[in-house]
């Protein structure tokens, strides 16, 4: 089993920055992949990015150039830097593992409202 932890949501002005962490505790063992998930009032849950046991990284198109996800093994923590943030970044962010063959681990979201 692995749970996750989330933190640094928060309010923030249109322009502004945040930052996301994700601490996880349990094996990381058959962990292949660690990303961010968000999810605004009435759409569907997203991919907004994520990163491979190798170091390869995916975004979202409406995020790249603004976003970037990294991680420390170290401390089996993964971390989302947000700049330049938009009001339509406003959602509730979901840590996410994914462990073979099929299994995703999520944490419990923490929320981000960019607002004037």
């Known amino acids: 089993q692995v749970q996750l932890v989330e933190s640094g949501g928060g309010s923030v002005q249109p322009g502004g920055s945040l930052r996301l962490s994700c601490a996880a505790s349990?094996?990381?063992?058959?962990?292949?992949?660690r990303g961010w998930y968000r999810q605004a009032p009435g759409k569907e849950r997203e991919l907004v990015a994520q990163?491979?046991?190798?170091?390869?990284?995916t975004y979202a198109e409406s995020v790249k150039g603004r976003f970037t996800i990294s991680r420390d093994n170290a401390k089996n923590t993964v971390y989302l830097q947000m700049n330049s943030l938009k009001s339509e970044d406003t959602a509730i962010y979901y840590c996410?593992?994914?462990?073979?063959?099929?299994?995703?681990?999520w944490g419990t979201g923490t929320l981000v409202t960019v607002s004037s």
């Open positions: 996410n593992y994914r462990r073979l063959p099929a299994t995703d681990y």
């Open positions: 349990g094996s990381a063992a058959l962990i292949v992949a």
């Open positions: 990163i491979t046991i190798g170091g390869t990284t």
